[in-house]
């Protein structure tokens, strides 16, 4: 078998272990994905984690990276379809369906055990979540009426939609989701103008 071929077939088997790792944390957190119910849902054999991840915890991860890699790329394709310029409303919008697809519910599964200071998943959960800072930060900068301090807006804006994420997977019968992040780009889009109408205006 030639090389190019065995590198394909890792890359395959990698991809279907972290497939099967998510859906299964994605359920139940990470107690759900042991080594053997990763093994069952793949249809790989248990020694394949290990090999291409050392441990369950070096698995979870490699979960954590990809479940933020794909969510940037599903925003990043959003904001494209909205236009250039688009406001901070699109990026609102942008989270708001992202954060509506199957595939979302991880975040709010693994979020609870990367906030305990001894989690295995802390370290990574935060260097993920400052690249989707940097992310948002880069956005705003690119608006046709750039937002001041886009490092501190973007910081409020995740907080925004992460609580009402959360508020929503708490109690998803009481709270309407699509109104509150409705009212949330609301008020950004109000603030935003007034402060740039109150802002002094250059020599």
Known sequence: MGATRKQEISTETRRRLVAAAWELAAEGGSAAMSIQAVAERSGISRGSVSWHFG??????RA???EA??????FMR???????????????IEANFVMMSQPE???FS????EAVSQDSVVRATYAEQYAMLRCFYTDHLR????PVTDPDSVAVALLGGTLGINIQHRLDPERLDR??????????????????RSNSPAEP
Do not use: C, Q
């Not at 690119?142 to 009426?145: F, G, P, T, V």
């Not at 699509?178 to 402060?195: D, K, Q, W």
């Open 109 to 112: 599964t693994i979020l609870i």
């Open 178 to 195: 699509r109104r509150a992040v409705t009212a949330l780009e609301s008020i950004y889009a109000h603030g935003l103008a007034n402060a």
């Open 55 to 60: 441990s369950k915890d070096g698995l979870l």
């Open 104 to 106: 979302a519910r991880i």
């Open 142 to 145: 690119a608006l046709a009426a």
């Open 77 to 91: 394709e959003r904001l494209a379809s909205a236009g250039p310029g688009s406001g901070v409303e699109a990026l």
């Open 63 to 65: 979960v954590v990276e």
């Open 68 to 73: 933020f890699r794909w969510g940037m790329n």
